[in-house]
């Protein structure tokens, strides 16, 4: 999972900011022609196919406004899945609205998750989790600038939502996190202090903070006399010894897109084949460490691991905040135009094929932040904003699900 943040190459390159209705019901799509079977004894009866997976509107809980928006979601199983956001935003006021919000999917429908008091303005901008008892939600206050805003965790165990305290910077430094991921019991949560790299890792009773690679963090120059940098914009664990990151970086004989892998004592960088290229990762997924897939800008994409990548240079060229993979391992993205128009691409046969994104009917356009797979099921979850028909331009939170509709049955 990571921020929804733009990245160019330069030391602080990281910039953050907020804009943001969901699942059970939805709009229809074409069922499979039917299949006829005849029991002995028993009338014919006609019994309709499952209908292949169509993305569609689902359907949220009121939401207060003017503006509401979701930034990021994750599926555990069928019944169990979790989209943050805030809501009650006014961009009339921006540095003392906006209420975090978390709702939460039963396999039926979607509500809002009972939360703790929260006395801070602001939104939640990424979810993780492993289990239904072990769901983390990272998120930021309101302020007039980012030297002001604080950084907030909160953690669910299946019974209660509580928040975890989270290791702030000295010296006027701020933070800004952009990726968070969690497998067996461990969190790690990475982002970027001015031109600092955070990596901190929850280990179950306290974070620890982890050291960035040796390139990112030694004394030296790169192109163009600036100091040598990384940034990471995503990350992704499949074992608590096996986590990749993705971002880029710049030194003596290196300027381009990275990844980096933790093996369980360090963390070290991996290229992928380019270099001289002013150009970084997004977004990251797979299922496993042997079947990455990292997207960037300018069309960048790469597959592989283990050293080994394969780089496919025409992948969508929009804004692309979140990437997830489907049982099958293939990639979905969310590629958003200025418009502000969204559609979800994925990979098939060689090629990137885009699908448009159903939006609200009374919308003149939407945006979409995050996207999540299910393990071991087709169903996928996309969420985002809608844009309203309003001056000043309001927003309304909208929750995608990609999934078969409902079959039905009928008897001659």
Not at 96 to 119: C, F, K, Q, S, V
Not at 135 to 142: D, I, K, M
Not at 263 to 288: C, D, K, P, Y
Not at 333 to 349: H, V
Request: proline share 8%; aromatic share 8%; with cysteine.
């Amino acid at each position: 999972m990571r921020c929804k943040v733009a990245v160019t190459l330069a030391v602080v390159l990281l910039a953050s900011g907020c804009t943001g209705t969901g699942a059970g019901t939805s709009t229809s799509s074409s069922p499979s022609e039917p299949s006829v079977t005849a029991a002995s004894g028993s009338p014919e009866a006609v019994v309709t196919d499952p209908p292949a997976p169509t993305w569609r509107l689902a359907t949220l809980p009121e939401l207060a406004g003017p503006t509401s928006v979701l930034w990021d979601v994750v599926s555990v199983d069928a019944t169990h899945a979790w989209a943050v956001g805030s809501e009650a935003y006014s961009p009339e006021q921006p540095n003392d609205t906006g209420t975090p919000l978390i709702l939460e999917w039963n396999g039926t429908r979607w509500a809002r998750a009972a939360l703790p008091a929260i006395a801070w303005h602001g939104r939640f901008d990424l979810v993780a989790a492993d289990s239904p008892s072990n769901v983390w939600a990272v998120g930021s206050t309101a302020a007039a600038g980012p030297e002001d805003q604080v950084t907030h965790i909160l953690h669910y165990d299946g019974t209660a939502w509580r928040e975890v305290p989270f290791p702030r910077g000295t010296g006027g430094n701020y933070e800004l996190i952009t990726g968070l991921t969690v497998v067996s019991g461990h969190t790690w949560v990475v982002g970027n202090r001015q031109s600092e790299v955070i990596i901190e890792q929850w280990d179950g009773r306290s974070w620890r903070s982890h050291q960035s690679p040796a390139e990112c963090r030694t004394g030296g120059t790169s192109f163009g006399g600036m100091p040598n940098f990384c940034t990471v914009t995503a990350i992704k664990a499949f074992r608590p010894d096996d986590v990749w990151a993705a971002g880029n970086g710049a030194w003596q004989g290196f300027n381009g897109p990275l990844l980096f892998h933790w093996n369980g004592s360090g963390w070290r960088t991996v290229q992928v084949g380019i270099n001289e290229q002013e150009s970084s990762f997004e977004t990251l997924a797979g299922r496993s460490s042997g079947e990455l897939w990292a997207v960037g800008d300018r069309g960048l994409a790469v597959r592989g691991g283990g050293g080994a990548f394969e780089v496919l240079r025409d992948a969508p060229g929009g804004a692309l905040p979140d990437m997830a993979t489907d049982p099958a391992g293939m990639p979905w993205l969310i590629e958003n135009s200025p418009a502000p128009s969204a559609a979800l691409a994925t990979y098939s046969n060689g090629a990137w094929v885009d699908m448009p994104a159903p939006q609200p009917s009374d919308a003149i356009g939407m945006s979409l932040h995050g996207i999540a797979g299910t393990p071991g099921s087709p169903l996928m979850f996309a969420v985002g904003a809608a844009d309203l028909p309003t001056s000043p331009r309001y927003l309304r939170a909208v929750v995608l699900e990609y999934a078969p509709a409902p079959s039905t049955d009928s008897r001659a």
